[in-house]
């Protein structure tokens, strides 16, 4: 699950804001991206080993990666960020539409800031959906396996990253709480002293502390909560920092048929950028609309055009 903001900007200080919530959000996009490998049909009622439970949610959760391919939805996107005085500087909404057009899966705009597109605007959006089919028609052979081994290093990359979870926290199982009527554990996570990363987007791990809920009967990710503990880099560099208390969040929901997908996620942080510049930002994603396209339907290979 990935999930970019698109911030239009005049002057240089509103491109300094749309690059520092862009790294922010490249944050959370790696960190809801773990929420969809979360899904183990439990078989013992026993009281689960809290690092256990990690593992097999993982290896499960691969297989309900590829079950998400066959659904669609529709996004909504609202970004706002802050004066020093906690005023309202700037908000952008965005609302987005997974279609299918000619076969091929790709995202459509369908409203900014909660109102349909004016007529000029659709007309560029459908215009810039049918080039992208097109060119996707024109694919040569070399060209699309090039773009295939491409999209399977980057799963291979986040498969690696998502595994180093197993040994960036320690898990303590504190508890179980009810959700939406159904049973979820509760784990603390903290950071595992001496942890090394080895993914480069695995650095983030040492800098968060994190609780989640986990449903009982499937093991899935019901939601999770995280805060920075101390000020550290977005997008890795040192261009710009998320300040500690930054908040990352997901809520998943579970489905008619048994899928769970991300229904929220979301980040609240101050940031600074390039050491100097303070901004502060609130972005939360939502999701709805969720539907399976029909399975002899051809999806795209790869979701990279989103």
Same mark, same amino acid.
């Given at each position: 699950?990935?999930?970019?903001?698109?911030?239009?900007?005049?002057?240089?200080?509103?491109?300094?804001?749309?690059?520092?919530?862009?790294?922010?959000?490249?944050?959370?996009?790696?960190?809801?991206?773990?929420?969809?490998?979360?899904?183990?049909?439990?078989?013992?009622?026993?009281?689960?080993?809290?690092?256990?439970?990690?593992?097999?949610?993982?290896?499960?959760?691969?297989?309900?990666?590829?079950?998400?391919?066959?659904?669609?939805?529709?996004?909504?996107?609202?970004?706002?960020?802050?004066?020093?005085?906690?005023?309202?500087?700037?908000?952008?909404?965005?609302?987005?539409?997974?279609?299918?057009?000619?076969?091929?899966?790709?995202?459509?705009?369908?409203?900014?800031?909660?109102?349909?597109? @004016?007529?000029?605007?659709?007309? *560029?959006?459908? =215009? !810039? %959906?049918?080039? #992208?089919?097109?060119?996707?028609?024109?694919?040569?052979?070399?060209?699309?396996?090039?773009?295939?081994?491409?999209?399977?290093?980057?799963?291979?990359?986040?498969?690696?990253?998502?595994?180093?979870?197993?040994?960036?926290?320690?898990?303590?199982?504190?508890?179980?709480?009810?959700?939406?009527?159904?049973?979820?554990?509760?784990?603390?996570?903290?950071?595992?002293?001496?942890?090394?990363?080895?993914?480069?987007?695995?650095?983030?791990?040492?800098?968060?502390?994190g609780r989640l809920w986990i449903d009982q009967a499937d093991l899935l990710w019901v939601k999770a909560d995280a805060s920075a503990l101390e000020p550290f880099s977005i997008g890795f560099s040192a261009l710009a920092k998320l300040d500690a208390g930054a908040r990352l969040f997901f809520e998943q929901?579970?489905?008619?048929?048994?899928?769970?997908? @991300?229904?929220?996620?979301?980040? *609240?942080?101050? =940031? !600074? %950028?390039?050491? #100097?510049?303070?901004?502060?930002?609130d972005n939360l994603t939502t999701s709805d609309n969720f539907r399976k396209v029909l399975p002899e339907t051809r999806l795209h290979d790869a979701k990279d055009d989103y």
């Amino acid at each position: 699950m990935t999930w970019p903001v698109f911030l239009h900007a005049e002057t240089r200080h509103a491109a300094r804001s749309h690059r520092t919530t862009k790294n922010a959000r490249n944050v959370l996009s790696v960190f809801v991206g773990i929420s969809l490998c979360f899904v183990f049909p439990l078989v013992s009622k026993e009281l689960p080993e809290p690092r256990e439970l990690i593992l097999r949610s993982l290896d499960a959760g691969e297989k309900n990666e590829q079950q998400l391919r066959a659904y669609v939805s529709r996004t909504r996107s609202n970004v706002k960020q802050f004066e020093t005085d906690g005023s309202l500087k700037s908000e952008e909404t965005k609302t987005f539409d997974d279609v299918l057009l000619d076969g091929f899966h790709v995202r459509k705009l369908i409203a900014k800031n909660d109102k349909p597109l @004016s007529p000029g605007d659709a007309q *560029k959006e459908d =215009a !810039r %959906l049918t080039k #992208l089919v097109a060119q996707r028609k024109r694919e040569t052979l070399e060209a699309r396996q090039r773009r295939l081994a491409e999209a399977k290093e980057k799963y291979e990359k986040n498969r690696r990253f998502s595994r180093e979870l197993l040994d960036a926290f320690d898990y303590k199982l504190t508890g179980e709480e009810t959700i939406n009527g159904r049973k979820a554990w509760v784990l603390d996570a903290t950071p595992h002293p001496g942890y090394q990363a080895k993914e480069l987007k695995a650095q983030i791990f040492p800098h968060l502390r994190g609780r989640l809920w986990i449903d009982q009967a499937d093991l899935l990710w019901v939601k999770a909560d995280a805060s920075a503990l101390e000020p550290f880099s977005i997008g890795f560099s040192a261009l710009a920092k998320l300040d500690a208390g930054a908040r990352l969040f997901f809520e998943q929901i579970r489905l008619p048929d048994g899928i769970w997908v @991300s229904s929220k996620s979301g980040i *609240k942080a101050n =940031a !600074r %950028l390039a050491m #100097l510049k303070h901004v502060s930002i609130d972005n939360l994603t939502t999701s709805d609309n969720f539907r399976k396209v029909l399975p002899e339907t051809r999806l795209h290979d790869a979701k990279d055009d989103y």
